[in-house]
């Protein structure tokens, strides 16, 4: 057995410590993104400069990653949603991860990509027109690929994200 002098590398996340003015910004911008500076301040009751500043220090610090927007796919055709759980071959799993995954991320369809630990090795979030569209995306993108050794395919009938609620209804 070879030993090493080196210290094993952990990747342990350390959550970074939030004040209450820093918490109250995750939580207004959680709900509203689109928040201007001015009604920021407004909320916290603090001045401009001071809103900006912090909203700054929460973004360097990687404690707010992005803004983004919130699609209703239905508007774009997209109507029918699902989650996939990929199982890939085990014997291609360590060389077939990251290639997978960088695959189906660049997928139009894809909303969003879940890599676990457990039964299956991803999620897969999708939205597509209909069941034929639906039925050719896992035909052609996931179950064609060699390294995928099986699927498991969950309409999703209603969601919600963070505070932000997207009807099926």
Do not use: C, K
């Not at 707010?64 to 919130?70: C, T």
């Not at 995928?148 to 969950?154: D, E, I, K, P, Q």
């Amino acid at each position: 057995m070879e030993t090493s002098s080196e210290a094993p590398q952990t990747n342990t996340l350390r959550a970074p410590a939030l004040d209450a003015v820093d918490a109250r910004i995750v939580q207004l911008l959680s709900a509203d993104g689109r928040m201007t500076n001015a009604e920021l301040a407004g909320q916290l009751g603090v001045a401009p400069s001071t809103a900006h500043a912090r909203l700054r220090a929460l973004v360097d610090r990687g404690v707010i990653s992005g803004f983004h927007a919130s699609v209703d796919e239905r508007m774009l055709g997209a109507g029918l949603q699902a989650i996939i759980g990929v199982s890939l071959r085990p014997s291609a799993r360590r060389e077939s991860i990251v290639e997978f995954a960088d695959r189906v991320r660049a997928l139009a369809q894809v909303i969003q990509v879940f890599f676990l630990g457990g039964d299956d090795d991803f999620l897969l979030h999708i939205a597509v027109a209909d069941s034929s569209e639906m039925r050719e995306f896992v035909l052609e993108h996931l179950s064609a690929q060699s390294s995928v050794a099986s699927t498991r395919t969950s309409i999703v009938f209603d969601y919600h994200r963070n505070s932000v609620a997207a009807s099926f209804r």
